[in-house]
């Protein structure tokens, strides 16, 4: 039985890395599915483990029976982006937060669309008058 703490774990690719400094190489590699853990739950990092060592169809290390011996103190304020501007747009992706380089306000995507309206029906009252 090895243990070792969570380096990494994506939780969209249901993937992650277990530091393990006593295992040769350093890191090994944790699919989702070797993760004794209740569905819809995932290791973060910092928390602590056991595991067995296996190998895939390629030789290479694997995570095996891995059970959390602790988890990883949480700080609420940690868990918040500090950089978050308020009013600024921005899209999340997992937990990366891009940022907008334009916003436009209502009254511009408003007008945008009169815009395009306006410039389909003369298109259309064009192909009408003219065939």
């Known amino acids: 039985m090895n ?3 969570f380096k990494m774990f994506n939780a969209e690719k249901g993937f ?8 040769p190489g350093g890191n090994v590699f944790c699919p989702r599915r070797n993760v004794l853990l209740p ?12 595991f067995e060592v296996g190998h895939d169809a390629l ?10 011996t602790r988890r990883a103190e949480r ?6 982006d500090e950089t978050h501007e ?3 747009p921005y899209i999340q992706r997992g937990r990366r937060r891009e940022y907008l380089t334009t916003a ?4 511009q995507v408003g007008s945008m ?3 395009a309206r306006a410039e389909a029906g003369k298109l259309w009252s064009n192909d009408a008058d003219g065939f």
């Open 86 to 88: 308020e009013g600024r």
């Open 3 to 5: 243990r070792g703490t």
């Open 39 to 50: 569905p819809g739950e995932y290791p973060s990092p910092g928390d602590e483990c056991t």
């Open 75 to 80: 700080d609420e304020r940690a868990e918040r």
């Open 113 to 115: 669309r009169e815009r």
């Open 16 to 23: 992650g890395f277990i530091l393990a400094p006593n295992f």
């Open 59 to 68: 030789g290479r290390p694997v995570a095996n029976d891995v059970a959390l």
């Open 104 to 107: 436009l306000t209502a009254n």
